[in-house]
């Protein structure tokens, strides 16, 4: 984060809220945290509004702090529930059309190529799951196909939560919600098999109950993306609101669906990947 973005003018500086001042003078500018160091600093996002127990807002805590260069990151949003946290998120992030995402994405992504060839410049797309599966897959495929060097993560909560709980092409067969009472009638659609068939370089799925393995796949997908070509990351955020599960089931309920077989954790990296972290393992040393 550039602290130059959140600076107060010193003229507003006493009307500012204290939680941003403390944002301003404690957040984590200019120094690599990681999710070990959450509760530790003012952070990349707080006080949003998503409801208690929310998978996706605490997905999106532990994403936005495995960012491996936030400062020059910029994030691709679309409406759902993660659109609402966005406002509270210290990261520069554009808001684009239900659907639009990853071809608004594309599109930033050539232009900070063009405008600033020698800087490092991540274009992170971070959307819901009816947004990246349903009514953005035209979009999110094409993506893929002409192989932009962007991240898209899917935050997954089963459902098109923010317009009341219809089922998504990612709810379970079977599923009932408050707007599909009579059950899903086909199958939960396997994102991470499509992205590797259309030429995603990374693809992984994960979940905020593994929080260093949630950590290690974005490091990952933000990098293979930044050098080769697309990534997907699929994150299960369970929405105890539209599930009418207790919020406090959040972290139980992911547990559960990856015991039983019903949420796979993957992970698929190319062999241009697989060389691409070993040299860059090997930098490290
Ligand atoms: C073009 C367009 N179509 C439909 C909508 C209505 N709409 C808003 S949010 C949403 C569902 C979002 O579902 P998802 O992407 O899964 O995000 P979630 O709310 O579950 O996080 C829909 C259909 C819209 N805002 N714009
Ligand atoms: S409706 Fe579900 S996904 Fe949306 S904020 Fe509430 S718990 Fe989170
Ligand atoms: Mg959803």
């Not at 952070?43 to 020059?72: F, T």
């Amino acid at each position: 984060m550039k602290k130059n973005i959140f600076q107060i003018s010193p003229s507003f500086y006493d009307v500012m809220p204290a939680e941003y001042r403390e944002l301003v003078e404690n957040g984590p500018f200019e120094k690599k945290v990681g999710v070990s160091d959450l509760g530790a600093f003012k952070e990349l996002s707080e006080e949003h509004p998503l409801c208690a127990g929310c998978g996706l807002a605490l997905s999106l805590r532990l994403i936005l702090a495995s960012l491996p260069n936030p400062e020059d990151t910029i994030i691709v949003g679309s409406t759902g529930c993660s659109a609402i946290a966005f406002p509270q998120v210290a990261v520069q992030n554009i808001h684009s059309l239900f659907g639009n995402q990853n071809a608004i994405a594309s599109g930033v992504k050539r232009a900070l190529t063009l405008r600033f060839p020698d800087k490092i410049k991540d274009v992170v797309v971070i959307a819901g799951d009816g947004a990246t599966v349903d009514i953005g897959l035209d979009m999110v495929m094409q993506s893929w196909f002409r192989q932009e060097r962007i991240t898209t993560i899917m935050l997954d909560n089963e459902a098109y939560a923010n317009t009341g709980g219809q089922e998504s092409g990612m709810s379970q067969e079977g599923a009932v919600l408050h707007m599909a009472p009579k059950g899903k009638t086909f199958p939960k659609v396997s994102l991470p098999e499509l992205a590797r068939a259309s030429g995603c370089v990374y693809v992984a799925a994960v979940n905020p109950a593994k929080p260093k393995k949630l950590e290690k796949a974005i490091v990952r997908g933000v990098l293979a993306a930044r050098e080769l070509g697309p990534t997907y990351i699929q994150v299960f955020t369970p929405c105890p609101t539209n599930y009418k599960f207790k919020p406090n089931e959040t972290i139980e309920k992911i547990k559960m669906r990856v015991k039983e077989g019903t949420y796979e954790t993957t992970e698929f990296i190319s062999a241009e990947a697989q060389e691409l972290f070993a040299r860059l393992e090997e930098g490290k040393k």
